[in-house]
């Protein structure tokens, strides 16, 4: 943690500012310590170089898992790919130029792969994860210059409203309970004329049946024996390419079709472990927006990438 995420973190209860206490620093970082609420004194600890404002990951538990053994796949710096680069580009239409010199906010950091391309761009970018996944993130781009991590609840975010120039959620929203409600939180987290993109699954119709029924054996599974069941996916990556035997496999048991090996290992993984994986629509999550006082929407068809500017108001917004 760096000392000047104090001028932006705040209690997540009364939003209150927060003081550091007994810290153990290394160099500019402050590994241990603890952050006091002025206002409620309520405390809360730093552990491993993050702050703490849950005491644990709940539903999203699987997260924690899940980037504690693939931590290195998705980031660009360590794998030599630029797919998490394009990513974030499809997702928010976002140039360096616009990052540079932002306050950006990443909710749902995982680990840290799309932080970093705020980093990267000159961006100062606050990435909270419910999960102690938090210490991935930490452990490949914490250190860097412009990145802040924090182990927070959406439904709870250790910010005020009206905080940040950008914020993006890409893969995470319909991992929670309430996915609206978590928008919504998101959403007031950006100031009036600041800009906010998601990343969602869409309803494919009736071809979630199968993945759905499958999930309801694997969500209740060790993760460890989801993580080996999920090695499947490399070698049927070559039968499921078949042109039609791969669609009927596809429809009965999706598994990833990445070229990467360990990419699709990780994506099947993915898929088979959340305890929610809400699948939605592109009208509800364009409503979404507008009840958020959103305009200038911008909409991309597969699967669902939604991009807006806070106006502030709760005005009808169009689309293009």
Known sequence: MKPSALKVLVCPACKGGLELREAT???????????????????????RGVPRFVSAGGYAGSFAYQW???????????????????????????????????????????????????????????????????????????????VHLAQADIFAMPFREG?????????????????????ARVAASVKPGGSLAVYLYRNPGPGRYGPDLIRKVTTRLPLRVVRALSTV???????????????????VGPI??????????LDTFDWYTPKYQWKLSHPEVFEWFRENGCVDIEIAKEPIRMRGVRAGTSAPAPAR
């Open 163 to 183: 905080t940040f120039d950008r914020a993006y959620s890409i893969g995470v929203l319909h991992h929670t309970p309430d996915p609206r409600a978590a928008f």
């Open 25 to 47: 620093y290394r160099g500019d970082e402050v590994l241990e310590g603890h952050l006091e609420c002025r206002g409620c004194s309520a405390a809360y600890p730093v552990r």
């Open 233 to 251: 996916a490399v070698p049927l990556y070559y039968p499921y390419r078949l042109p039609l035997l791969g669609k009927v496999l596809m429809f």
């Open 256 to 265: 990833s079709l990445h070229p990467d090996w360990r990419t699709r290992w």
């Open 68 to 146: 504690r053994h693939f931590r290195s796949v998705q980031l660009d710096s360590l794998n030599g790919r630029d797919e998490s680069d394009r990513s974030f580009r499809a997702t928010t239409g976002w140039t360096a130029e616009d990052l540079r010199g932002s306050r950006v906010l990443d909710a749902g950091v995982g680990a840290g792969r799309y932080a970093e391309i705020v980093a990267t761009a000159g961006g100062e970018v606050f990435g909270i994860d419910l999960t102690e996944a938090v210490d991935a993130a930490y452990e490949n781009i914490g250190e860097r210059a412009g």
